[in-house]
């Protein structure tokens, strides 16, 4: 039995040097692939030769504490409110959390500190470019995606904010229907033809 | 020789002369222009002219383009204007009676617009009050849309109002390019034609044909004329130079509310002669209404809400805030 766990052990060493060939390769792979511990002996020789390579890859003591410690930290965060319909929910920064939080399948560096730091700062930085990016666009949604927005928040008045060149503007659809009203009666102006009249026709106000 | 110096003299009479009969009739930049006469000639202008263009207005960051066609028959005014940006649509106008196409939706939104017709006729009566807050000042002579242009730039006498810069096409005196210009003089939005065609081959019976409403469902907004004082409401103080123009109200649906709930909103309009203002007044909702305070509606459009105990105020307007507040704050409810 002893003599066994050697050979196979052997095997796993010589697969993960790269050393077999053939059916030799083969069969070491089915050994790992069937057996869970096995794949932890794999496992070790990968992160030993890793470490042999270099010192940095080797998760010390400090560094699984301070890993521990942030994903307490990151398990006590509030969840983000869910702001986006079903449908736009894959490209959303939660759902980028979501993966970031899914442990069921690590990865075969997942117990490497740098990767995760890695993997974290890239996660903050997409989120921060997707949440950037919505913020920069909120003045140009179309009126299907206002639609989408407030029809999540019921409970808030359907107000949409947009940051302009010349201040904050408020898009308010009965604010709207008021702009409209005014441009259709307002026109008393000595200016009215060709240009106010050419101008309330043509324009329909702020970015829709 | 001396034939060539005598030639030469008379030619040199003759440019003097030219260029001096020109400084008659062209306004010197900077000189006060009389403004009634140049508004006359700016209405004779868009009333007489026959043009196709495209039209283009850029305010607080947005831009938005329009096809143009414009035909007249000395009766009848006849415009076309075909939106090339935003929902689309087209604005079909005979007169002061103007028709909305909204194409995806297959309707057409009827409505006559009284103060297409105020003007001129203001202007020839001694009612007309411009000329107490505005001045008009010469300014040289541009080259716009490929025509040459005469530009005068309307002065406001306070800080109630914006000031306006004006291109007219030099023969026609067609208003080509118009800037509203804020209380230090920077341009707030301009509306302009970007490419004009005068005397283009349009027609009165060929643009008629344009505002046919078949195959559109038409719609007529329900407005009701009535009276600020029949619905309770004054202005204690006036607003300089603001008259009011016309009062109405409409039911309008309420947001949010029960299938077929409306309100009746009331629409009390006033005008300086160049710049409007309208006064909205509802029922005051706790829901909906909770921003209180200026907001920048892009260019020179802004509004100001305010709460008068159980009515909501929306005070809107191509003027500065202070001119909305002055509003917002002599509006009262009779006793």
Redesign the interface.
Known sequence: MNESNASSKEQISALVDGCLQGEACAHALNVVLADEQAMQTWHTYLVVGDVLRSSELAPSRSDLAFLEKLECRLALEPQRPQMLAADHVAASPANVAAVIADTSHPGANASVFRWKMLAASACVALAGVVGMGQWTQTGQRTDAQMAAVTQVVPAA???VTAD???????RD???D???A??R????????????G???N???????? | MRLFTRCAGWALVWFMCVAQAGEVTQPVSGAEIPLNAW?MR??QA??QSVYTGT???S????M???R?W?ACDGAQ?L?R?E?LS??PRA?F?RNDQVVTFFPASRIAVA?V?E??G??PN??KSSDST?GDFYHLKALGYERIAGFDAEVAQLVPVDRLRYG?R?WNEKKTG??IQ?QTLDLDGKVLEQ?AFSELQLDAAVNVAKLSRMGNTEGYRVVR?D?QKTSADAQGWVLHKDVDGFRP??C?Q?P?AV??GATGSVIN?M?W?F?D??????L?VEAFDP??H??EGV?????A?H?LARRISDWWV?V??EVPPATLNAFAQALERKK
Do not use: C, K, W
């Not at chain 1, 302009?164 to 408020?170: A, I």
């Not at chain 1, 259709?184 to 240009?195: D, E, I, K, R, T």
């Open positions: 008045p359907p107000l302009s060149s010349v201040g904050t503007m408020v659809p009965r604010l229907e008021l702009m009203a005014h259709q009666l307002g026109g008393h102006s000595a200016l009215q033809v060709p240009a009249f050419l101008r026709a043509t324009y329909e106000g702020a970015a829709r | 508004l700016v209405h868009a009333r039209f283009v207005v305010a607080g960051g947005n938005a383009s329009a143009i414009h005014q415009e204007v939106t935003g929902t604005i106008r409505e617009r103060s297409l105020l003007f203001l202007l411009i306006y004006v067609l208003i118009l509306a907004p407005l123009m016309g109405y409409r309008v947001p949010g909103t629409q309009i005008s002669g160049v710049a409007t203002v309208s909205f829901r909906r909770q921003r907001t920048d509606m892009g260019g459009t509004t929306t809107v307007g």
